[in-house]
């Protein structure tokens, strides 16, 4: 554990200088920065964005993932961390393999659709996951697969006529009409022919005339259903087909996003949200960032007036904030949008908390709405050393010093108090940077943190 906290310390550091050189005023894509993230699948639900994705694991030489974790944002710069609510342990027959899936809500539960090694058979599986709130805990929704042909990347759409589909494959594409219990289904598994009108035309593999290679992310905008796919390993691009039923018939439309980004593969994920529509990814960008320790990451786009995709690049930047942050309420310390050397664990309060942090490192909120002015800063802490504190800064992680508050020895990390101190020159909307100051070794948990205007 003390090595794995200590290369994320420097991981993130080094990190956090990459991306401040290439985009000084706007660096926060990727979206997490203390753990590799991979296969985005978004969710929007109840005025938030709920992002389902898969975790890599440092140091992986191949695609080794136990768990799966769960991210949510209300502005689309500030993504809280709600830890991992489902892993293989999760489906007691499930052996390895916690990769690609897509959750989806229906009813007032989430059905959260994966891939895993069946232990019995030793191929590839689709479980389903349930629970009653998005961020779980999710349990296996059936103690079995759904459906078992050994293909990978599940995908659900539930059309406006009620109808819910799942699509999964590679190298084929199949998909099952389910049943309004979300984990049944009925007419038996369907497999859609892969043409290269549909999916366009590879060169170079006989065994693969199509572009589509696997992860298909399928909804419906205006009438016309959109497959967008990862294409042509390796090393793969983002393409799309549309048609005009769930089914098809599919017509290959193009590139959405060309291969770039440190990652032979990629994993497409398409909302609207607050008026705009967003593409998530992933990439390598990271430090010790590859194939097999990605990193997810979005961007805004506008749909052609003729329904079409543009043709979308990997950003630094990532996409404007689409509303504020209210600093006046409690806001959770893992809220955040960009992290240099922090990282975050379970924390005995319940939700996550911030962790594991040395002199220097930070955090950053954006967009955060002060009004007229705070005066006063509280904070939820741990500690085992005296001396440590919380910084409160603007215009950078080194900017003006707006109050200090020091964090006393609290006897253990999970054991907690709140401390306050006053603040001055917070006024308007501007970004907020948590700077982490002491000596050597972990100074500090943080759990939550607010704002106050009294005297």
């Not at 961020?135 to 599940?154: K, M, Q, S, Y």
């Not at 950003?315 to 240099?340: C, H, K, M």
């Not at 001055?424 to 002491?438: A, E, I, K, M, V």
Request: proline share 6%; hydrophobic share 35%.
């Amino acid at each position: 554990m003390a090595t794995t906290r200590k290369f994320w310390t420097r991981i993130a550091v080094v990190a956090g200088l990459l991306l401040a050189a290439a985009a000084p005023a706007s660096a926060d894509n990727p979206i997490v920065q203390h753990i590799y993230t991979a296969d985005p699948a978004p969710l929007v639900h109840n005025g938030r964005v709920y992002l389902y994705t898969g975790h890599d694991e440092d140091g992986s030489t191949w695609f080794t993932m136990k768990e799966w974790r769960v991210w949510s944002s209300a502005d689309m710069v500030n993504w809280t961390d709600h830890g991992s609510p489902m892993n293989l342990g999760t489906f007691s027959w499930a052996s390895k393999d916690a990769w690609a899936g897509q959750a989806v809500e229906r009813n007032g539960k989430f059905y959260w659709y994966v891939p895993v090694v069946n232990r019995a058979t030793g191929r590839m599986a689709i479980g389903v996951g349930v629970a009653d709130n998005p961020t779980g805990p999710f349990r296996d929704a059936l103690g079995r697969p759904l459906v078992e042909n050994g293909e990978i990347d599940p995908s659900v759409m539930i059309d406006d006529t009620g109808q819910a589909y799942l699509y999964w494959g590679n190298p084929n594409l199949w998909y099952v009409r389910l049943n309004a219990d979300m984990i049944s289904f009925s007419g038996g598994v369907n497999q859609i022919p892969l043409t290269t009108a549909g999916f366009g035309t590879r060169t170079g593999d006989p065994n693969r005339p199509t572009l589509y290679e696997e992860g298909p992310w399928v909804y419906k905008r205006n009438g016309l259903y959109y497959n967008v796919f990862a294409a042509k390993c390796c090393s793969e691009f983002i393409g799309y087909s549309t048609a005009p039923t769930p089914t098809g018939p599919w017509t290959y439309r193009g590139t959405v996003m060309a291969t770039q980004g440190s990652s032979f593969t990629n994993h497409p994920g398409i909302i609207d949200f607050k008026g705009n529509s967003y593409f998530f990814y992933h990439n390598g960008a990271l430090p010790g960032g590859g194939g097999f320790t990605r990193s997810v990451a979005v961007e805004r786009f506008s749909y052609n007036a003729d329904g079409t995709i543009p043709s979308l690049t990997m950003t630094t930047a990532g996409p404007p904030a689409v509303d504020t942050l209210n600093p006046y309420v409690r806001q959770e310390a893992e809220t955040i949008a960009w992290g240099s050397g922090i990282e975050t664990e379970v924390s005995s309060e319940g939700g996550m908390n911030v962790s594991h942090v040395n002199n220097g490192d930070h955090i950053k909120v954006k967009n955060v709405a002060f009004g007229n002015g705070a005066t006063t800063f509280t904070a939820r802490v741990s500690s085992t050393v005296a001396g440590s504190s919380v910084e409160v800064r603007s215009g950078g992680p080194t900017g003006a010093l707006a109050g200090r508050c020091t964090v006393p020895n609290t006897g253990g990390w999970q054991t907690w108090t709140t401390v306050s101190c006053p603040v001055s020159g917070l006024t308007g909307t501007r970004d907020l940077y948590l700077r982490f100051s002491g000596g050597t070794g972990y100074l500090l948990n943080v759990n939550w943190w607010q704002f106050g205007t009294g005297a």
